[in-house]
T-cell receptor, first 118, second 111 residues
Framework: GAVVSQHPSWVICKSGTSVKIECRSL??????MFWYRQFPKQSLMLMAT?????????EQGVEKDKFLINHASLTLSTLTVTSAHPEDSSFYIC??????????????FGPGTRLTVL | SQQGEEDPQALSIQEGENATMNCSYK?????LQWYRQNSGRGLVHLIL?????REKHSGRLRVTLDTSKKSSSLLITASRAADTASYFC???????????FGQGTTLQVKP
Protein backbone atom coordinates (compact mmCIF):
# COMPACT_ATOMS: atom_id res chain seq x y z
CA GLY A 1 0.00 0.00 0.00
CA ALA A 2 0.89 3.64 -0.27
CA VAL A 3 3.18 4.82 2.51
CA VAL A 4 3.72 8.37 3.68
CA SER A 5 6.46 9.27 6.11
CA GLN A 6 7.05 12.38 8.19
CA HIS A 7 10.24 13.63 9.72
CA PRO A 8 10.83 14.34 12.50
CA SER A 9 8.24 12.43 14.49
CA TRP A 10 8.63 14.88 17.33
CA VAL A 11 10.51 18.11 17.90
CA ILE A 12 11.00 20.47 20.82
CA CYS A 13 12.20 23.97 20.08
CA LYS A 14 12.60 27.34 21.74
CA SER A 15 10.19 30.16 21.10
CA GLY A 16 11.23 32.27 18.11
CA THR A 17 12.98 29.52 16.20
CA SER A 18 11.84 27.95 12.94
CA VAL A 19 11.05 24.28 12.50
CA LYS A 20 10.86 22.33 9.26
CA ILE A 21 8.71 19.22 8.91
CA GLU A 22 9.10 16.90 5.93
CA CYS A 23 6.40 14.78 4.36
CA ARG A 24 7.40 12.11 1.86
CA SER A 25 5.42 9.68 -0.24
CA LEU A 26 7.65 6.61 -0.28
CA UNK A 27 6.26 4.41 -3.01
CA UNK A 28 4.11 6.67 -5.14
CA UNK A 29 4.14 10.11 -6.67
CA UNK A 30 1.84 12.55 -4.94
CA UNK A 31 0.45 15.31 -7.08
CA UNK A 32 -1.19 16.85 -4.07
CA MET A 33 -0.28 16.89 -0.41
CA PHE A 34 -2.30 18.28 2.45
CA TRP A 35 -1.20 19.64 5.80
CA TYR A 36 -3.37 19.35 8.90
CA ARG A 37 -3.03 20.50 12.48
CA GLN A 38 -4.55 18.67 15.40
CA PHE A 39 -4.77 20.02 18.94
CA PRO A 40 -5.15 17.59 21.85
CA LYS A 41 -8.48 15.79 21.91
CA GLN A 42 -9.64 17.66 18.83
CA SER A 43 -10.15 16.83 15.21
CA LEU A 44 -7.89 17.53 12.25
CA MET A 45 -8.04 21.01 10.80
CA LEU A 46 -6.90 21.43 7.21
CA MET A 47 -4.21 24.10 6.99
CA ALA A 48 -3.26 24.07 3.33
CA THR A 49 -3.26 22.16 0.07
CA UNK A 50 0.09 21.75 -1.61
CA UNK A 51 0.45 21.02 -5.32
CA UNK A 52 3.79 20.08 -6.82
CA UNK A 53 5.43 22.99 -8.55
CA UNK A 54 2.92 25.62 -7.52
CA UNK A 55 2.08 27.76 -4.54
CA UNK A 56 0.14 26.22 -1.70
CA UNK A 57 -3.48 27.13 -1.12
CA UNK A 58 -4.11 28.08 2.49
CA GLU A 59 -7.34 27.71 4.40
CA GLN A 60 -8.99 30.75 5.86
CA GLY A 61 -7.30 31.91 9.02
CA VAL A 62 -3.98 30.17 8.36
CA GLU A 63 -1.07 32.60 8.05
CA LYS A 64 0.88 31.74 4.92
CA ASP A 65 3.90 33.73 6.06
CA LYS A 66 4.06 31.78 9.29
CA PHE A 67 3.47 28.34 7.83
CA LEU A 68 5.65 28.09 4.74
CA ILE A 69 4.89 25.17 2.47
CA ASN A 70 7.14 23.95 -0.32
CA HIS A 71 6.19 21.07 -2.61
CA ALA A 72 9.38 20.81 -4.63
CA SER A 73 8.91 17.31 -6.01
CA LEU A 74 6.24 14.68 -6.46
CA THR A 75 7.45 12.88 -3.35
CA LEU A 76 8.31 15.66 -0.93
CA SER A 77 6.47 18.53 0.72
CA THR A 78 7.81 20.56 3.60
CA LEU A 79 6.09 22.68 6.21
CA THR A 80 8.18 25.30 7.99
CA VAL A 81 6.77 26.87 11.11
CA THR A 82 8.54 30.22 11.29
CA SER A 83 9.18 32.09 14.53
CA ALA A 84 7.37 29.40 16.47
CA HIS A 85 5.52 30.29 19.65
CA PRO A 86 4.02 28.07 22.36
CA GLU A 87 0.56 28.38 20.79
CA ASP A 88 1.97 26.66 17.68
CA SER A 89 2.53 23.52 19.72
CA SER A 90 0.41 20.88 18.08
CA PHE A 91 0.36 17.62 16.17
CA TYR A 92 1.01 18.26 12.47
CA ILE A 93 -0.13 15.61 10.01
CA CYS A 94 0.39 15.47 6.28
CA UNK A 95 -1.41 13.40 3.70
CA UNK A 96 -0.72 12.62 0.08
CA UNK A 97 -3.04 11.94 -2.80
CA UNK A 98 -2.24 10.46 -6.18
CA UNK A 99 -4.44 12.96 -7.91
CA UNK A 100 -7.52 14.80 -6.86
CA UNK A 101 -8.73 14.97 -10.44
CA UNK A 102 -8.36 11.36 -11.50
CA UNK A 103 -11.11 9.98 -9.37
CA UNK A 104 -8.71 8.65 -6.79
CA UNK A 105 -10.18 9.92 -3.58
CA UNK A 106 -8.09 8.30 -0.91
CA UNK A 107 -5.55 10.30 0.99
CA UNK A 108 -2.68 8.48 2.63
CA PHE A 109 -1.69 9.95 5.95
CA GLY A 110 1.72 10.30 7.52
CA PRO A 111 2.29 9.32 11.16
CA GLY A 112 2.34 12.94 12.32
CA THR A 113 4.88 15.25 13.92
CA ARG A 114 4.44 16.47 17.46
CA LEU A 115 5.79 20.00 17.85
CA THR A 116 6.38 21.45 21.30
CA VAL A 117 7.47 25.07 21.53
CA LEU A 118 8.93 26.09 24.86
CA SER B 1 -14.06 24.97 9.56
CA GLN B 2 -15.42 21.62 10.60
CA GLN B 3 -17.89 20.04 8.23
CA GLY B 4 -20.09 18.52 10.83
CA GLU B 5 -20.51 16.72 14.04
CA GLU B 6 -20.13 13.23 15.29
CA ASP B 7 -21.93 11.60 18.12
CA PRO B 8 -21.38 10.34 20.59
CA GLN B 9 -18.19 12.18 21.43
CA ALA B 10 -17.17 9.26 23.61
CA LEU B 11 -18.31 5.67 23.75
CA SER B 12 -17.32 2.92 26.17
CA ILE B 13 -18.39 -0.67 25.60
CA GLN B 14 -17.43 -4.21 26.54
CA GLU B 15 -15.52 -6.45 24.19
CA GLY B 16 -17.89 -8.33 21.92
CA GLU B 17 -20.52 -5.61 21.84
CA ASN B 18 -21.31 -3.54 18.79
CA ALA B 19 -20.32 0.13 18.53
CA THR B 20 -22.25 2.66 16.47
CA MET B 21 -21.00 6.13 15.66
CA ASN B 22 -22.88 8.80 13.76
CA CYS B 23 -21.68 11.65 11.59
CA SER B 24 -23.59 14.60 10.20
CA TYR B 25 -22.38 17.02 7.57
CA LYS B 26 -23.57 20.25 6.05
CA UNK B 27 -22.76 20.51 2.35
CA UNK B 28 -22.99 18.40 -0.79
CA UNK B 29 -20.48 15.61 -0.98
CA UNK B 30 -18.92 13.28 -3.52
CA UNK B 31 -18.00 10.72 -0.89
CA LEU B 32 -17.65 10.22 2.84
CA GLN B 33 -14.78 8.40 4.48
CA TRP B 34 -14.13 6.97 7.91
CA TYR B 35 -10.72 6.97 9.54
CA ARG B 36 -9.30 5.55 12.75
CA GLN B 37 -6.63 7.21 14.84
CA ASN B 38 -4.83 5.54 17.69
CA SER B 39 -3.65 7.91 20.40
CA GLY B 40 -0.83 10.12 19.18
CA ARG B 41 -0.61 8.40 15.82
CA GLY B 42 -1.56 9.09 12.22
CA LEU B 43 -4.82 8.19 10.54
CA VAL B 44 -5.77 4.86 9.08
CA HIS B 45 -8.30 4.81 6.26
CA LEU B 46 -11.16 2.43 7.03
CA ILE B 47 -13.80 2.76 4.37
CA LEU B 48 -15.12 5.10 1.67
CA UNK B 49 -18.76 5.37 0.65
CA UNK B 50 -19.79 7.35 -2.41
CA UNK B 51 -22.76 9.67 -2.51
CA UNK B 52 -24.74 7.24 -4.70
CA UNK B 53 -24.24 4.37 -2.27
CA ARG B 54 -26.38 3.69 0.77
CA GLU B 55 -24.48 0.98 2.57
CA LYS B 56 -21.06 -0.59 2.45
CA HIS B 57 -19.37 -3.40 4.34
CA SER B 58 -15.74 -4.18 5.07
CA GLY B 59 -15.04 -7.01 7.49
CA ARG B 60 -16.60 -6.06 10.82
CA LEU B 61 -17.37 -2.55 9.59
CA ARG B 62 -20.68 -1.42 8.17
CA VAL B 63 -21.18 2.12 6.94
CA THR B 64 -24.45 3.70 5.91
CA LEU B 65 -25.02 6.98 4.15
CA ASP B 66 -28.24 8.99 3.99
CA THR B 67 -27.67 11.98 1.73
CA SER B 68 -31.19 13.30 2.32
CA LYS B 69 -30.38 13.64 6.01
CA LYS B 70 -26.73 14.43 5.40
CA SER B 71 -25.68 11.75 7.82
CA SER B 72 -23.63 8.60 8.00
CA SER B 73 -23.10 5.89 10.57
CA LEU B 74 -20.25 3.51 11.27
CA LEU B 75 -21.04 0.20 12.95
CA ILE B 76 -18.26 -1.97 14.35
CA THR B 77 -19.54 -5.42 15.17
CA ALA B 78 -18.09 -7.81 17.75
CA SER B 79 -15.72 -5.16 19.03
CA ARG B 80 -12.25 -5.99 20.31
CA ALA B 81 -9.97 -4.20 22.74
CA ALA B 82 -7.75 -3.36 19.77
CA ASP B 83 -10.60 -1.28 18.31
CA THR B 84 -10.00 1.29 21.05
CA ALA B 85 -9.22 4.50 19.15
CA SER B 86 -10.74 7.73 17.88
CA TYR B 87 -12.88 7.48 14.78
CA PHE B 88 -13.40 10.36 12.38
CA CYS B 89 -15.66 10.83 9.42
CA UNK B 90 -14.45 13.06 6.61
CA UNK B 91 -16.28 14.40 3.60
CA UNK B 92 -14.90 15.05 0.14
CA UNK B 93 -16.64 17.42 -2.26
CA UNK B 94 -15.08 15.74 -5.29
CA UNK B 95 -13.75 19.01 -6.70
CA UNK B 96 -10.85 20.15 -4.56
CA UNK B 97 -9.86 16.84 -3.04
CA UNK B 98 -10.05 18.39 0.40
CA UNK B 99 -11.17 16.28 3.31
CA UNK B 100 -13.20 18.01 5.97
CA PHE B 101 -13.20 16.10 9.21
CA GLY B 102 -15.89 15.65 11.83
CA GLN B 103 -15.11 16.13 15.48
CA GLY B 104 -14.57 12.44 16.10
CA THR B 105 -15.78 9.75 18.45
CA THR B 106 -13.46 8.27 21.05
CA LEU B 107 -14.19 4.58 21.45
CA GLN B 108 -13.01 2.54 24.40
CA VAL B 109 -13.49 -1.21 24.27
CA LYS B 110 -12.98 -2.84 27.64
CA PRO B 111 -11.60 -6.38 27.66
Amino acid sequence: GAVVSQHPSWVICKSGTSVKIECRSLDFQATTMFWYRQFPKQSLMLMATSNEGSKATYEQGVEKDKFLINHASLTLSTLTVTSAHPEDSSFYICSASLSVYSGVDTQYFGPGTRLTVL
Amino acid sequence: SQQGEEDPQALSIQEGENATMNCSYKTSINNLQWYRQNSGRGLVHLILIRSNEREKHSGRLRVTLDTSKKSSSLLITASRAADTASYFCATNDGNTGKLIFGQGTTLQVKP
